[in-house]
């Protein structure tokens, strides 16, 4: 009503005429299908961007030796490039996800006024074409009762915040005292109001709890649009709300996670030395026993389950344990056994396709830049 206002200051009382064939239910439901469209590539402009970023670090450090967790708990060495690509993987998901749905919405409500069509002869597809959309909606009272879009958008973008979330809580562990893998910048960091020699991962810490606002956002949506009846409601505008919301704090913290892959500082040498902790080329071990004697994986296991006892009773490592007590436990091991020890050779032995060695890293690099444009 205000822009038909605003249109007869302009035009004169023909802009009376604008609202022929048509109904603020019809109305809203386009307005809100052209603004997401056009939120949705912003965010994925962000999440473009973001990739890119995580493409450039793993590039980086796509040879950089670091402790590989399950439990977080140290479980095999794996390169910081290889996990950065595992982000690149969930992000090019997201981009996906948010292509679908945007495929999905990019169809025209328009004419289907208040829920019956119209009796005017109006071209429909006509319309739909000058917005930029793919099509009408084939059924008017679906037109203005369906907000899937909307709850789709929102699972999209619900899915991607838990990325980030995850994302986020390793850059708080990763630049603690106890792991000190990274260091981020003051521009993604505050001090302590009391505490002077305080570093708070705060933008990153920001990015995991926003992800709450988000999931609220479609759980609040989901469970409004639950008990509706064909066809529209007032409660249906409580769709703008989260909507808005949502869309605001995913480009936010897209933007903000960006920032901090390409801020970030990396201590290699931290990282190698967390990798070679627990024991971590215990299975490389195993393999070997497999492999060079043809030994059941089982009996291997049990082989390096006792190993890996007599190096915790001696406080040292298994590749410091003297060949004599390695073959107290197996009498066939021999001197190569400890080139598979080595926390680099365990890394470089991981070659198969989307493995951990830096071959194969540069590979997923290289295939990434192709396949997530």
Request: hydrophobic share 45%; glycine share 6%; aromatic share 4%.
């Amino acid at each position: 009503m205000n822009v038909e206002a605003r249109l007869g200051e302009l035009i004169g009382e023909a802009a009376g005429r604008l609202h022929t064939a048509r109904s603020r239910n019809d109305q809203a439901a386009t307005d809100t299908r052209l603004w997401l469209r056009r939120r949705i590539d912003d965010i994925d402009g962000a999440m473009r961007d973001l990739r890119a970023a995580l493409i450039d670090q793993a590039e980086r450090h796509a040879a950089t030796v670091m402790p590989g967790l399950t439990h977080l708990q140290a479980a095999q060495p794996v390169t910081f490039g290889h996990h950065l690509m595992a982000y690149v993987e969930m992000v090019g998901r997201d981009r996906g996800r948010l292509a679908d749905a945007r495929r999905r919405l990019n169809e025209c409500p328009l004419g289907a006024a208040a829920l019956a069509g119209t009796s005017f002869s109006i071209d429909r597809e006509a319309t739909a074409a000058a917005l930029g959309f793919d099509r009408p909606c084939a059924n008017s009272m679906d037109a203005v009762s369906d907000r899937d879009f909307v709850i789709e958008f929102l699972s999209a973008a619900s899915i991607a915040a838990m990325h980030l979330s995850r994302l986020a809580e390793e850059l708080v562990m990763w630049s603690s005292p106890g792991f000190g893998f990274i260091a981020m910048s003051d521009a993604f960091t505050t001090g302590s109001s009391i505490m002077p020699q305080k570093r708070n991962p705060d933008a990153a810490e920001l990015v995991r709890g926003k992800s709450g606002r988000v999931i609220g956002a479609l759980v609040s949506l989901l469970v409004t649009m639950k008990g509706l009846a064909l066809t529209f409601a007032k409660d249906m505008q409580e769709d703008k709300e989260p909507l808005f919301d949502a869309a605001d704090t995913i480009w936010l913290c897209t933007r903000a996670a960006t920032g901090m892959i390409a801020d970030m500082t990396v201590n290699t040498e931290a990282m190698a030395a967390a990798a070679g902790a627990g024991h971590a080329t215990a299975t490389d071990l195993a393999d070997w026993l497999v492999r060079e004697l043809d030994m059941p994986f089982r009996d291997a296991h049990h082989v390096v389950g006792r190993a890996v006892r007599l190096a915790d009773e001696r406080g040292a490592t298994l590749a410091e344990l003297p060949l004599a007590d390695l073959r107290a436990i197996e009498p066939r091991l021999t001197e190569a056994v400890y080139e598979v020890l080595a926390v680099e050779r365990a890394v470089e032995g991981r070659d198969s396709l989307g493995g951990t060695a830096p071959a194969q890293v540069r590979r997923a690099i290289a295939a990434a830049r192709e396949r997530f444009p």
